[in-house]
């Protein structure tokens, strides 16, 4: 820590705004004596922030809580953004396979073409995320991604509409 002369001079030498020129220079550096800026602090990545953070704090229980808060950030991300994905996931079996004998893009077309008409009789109005085949070719059963639950529960809302629309055999 430097001698309080340093630290009484520091604040003296006052910018407008508020903020002293020594408290700008320690931003990058987190001296733990300055006062970074907040807009300084928007700028760094989330990276930086975590690895400022302990040498900021003066607290151990807070430095614990602090490591064990970076360690399940990168593992929470990841299988929130896959609930997302299986909440909004329609898995639709009975649609009629494209012939084997067209290119893999040719099939995936023509798969997105069936969807679309799918989604305009159950009167879903949105373009699906993903779309492909769950398993091996043979089976029947694209995997419909929609962009959100809303979309999802319009689709299944309407699924009376395919037996009128003449695919009573696709669920």
């Avoid at 340093?6 to 001296?31: A, I, L, W």
């Avoid at 975590?50 to 399940?72: C, F, H, Q, W, Y």
């Avoid at 084997?100 to 969807?115: A, G, T, Y």
Wanted: hydrophobic letters at 35%; a positive charge; aromatic letters at 2%.
């Amino acid at each position: 820590m430097p001698p309080k002369v340093d630290r009484t001079s520091r604040r003296k030498e006052t910018v407008p705004g508020g903020s002293s020129q020594g408290d700008r220079s320690h931003v990058e550096g987190f001296n733990s004596e300055a006062v970074p800026d907040e807009k300084d602090l928007r700028k760094l990545s989330v990276s930086e922030l975590m690895k400022a953070l302990p040498e900021r704090n003066t607290d151990p229980i807070v430095g614990k809580m602090l490591n064990v808060r970076s360690e399940k950030i990168p593992n929470g991300i990841p299988k929130q953004v896959e609930a997302e994905k299986r909440a909004s996931s329609l898995v639709v079996s009975g649609i009629d396979e494209a012939p084997h004998q067209l290119k893999p893009s040719e099939r995936q077309k023509d798969l997105e073409n069936k969807v679309a008409d799918l989604l305009d009789i159950l009167e879903v109005e949105c373009r699906p995320v993903e779309i492909y085949r769950m398993g091996k070719l043979d089976p029947s059963r694209p995997r419909i991604l929609l962009p959100s639950r809303a979309h999802w529960r319009t689709a299944l809302a309407n699924s009376k509409n395919l037996r009128s629309a003449g695919l009573a055999n696709v669920l």
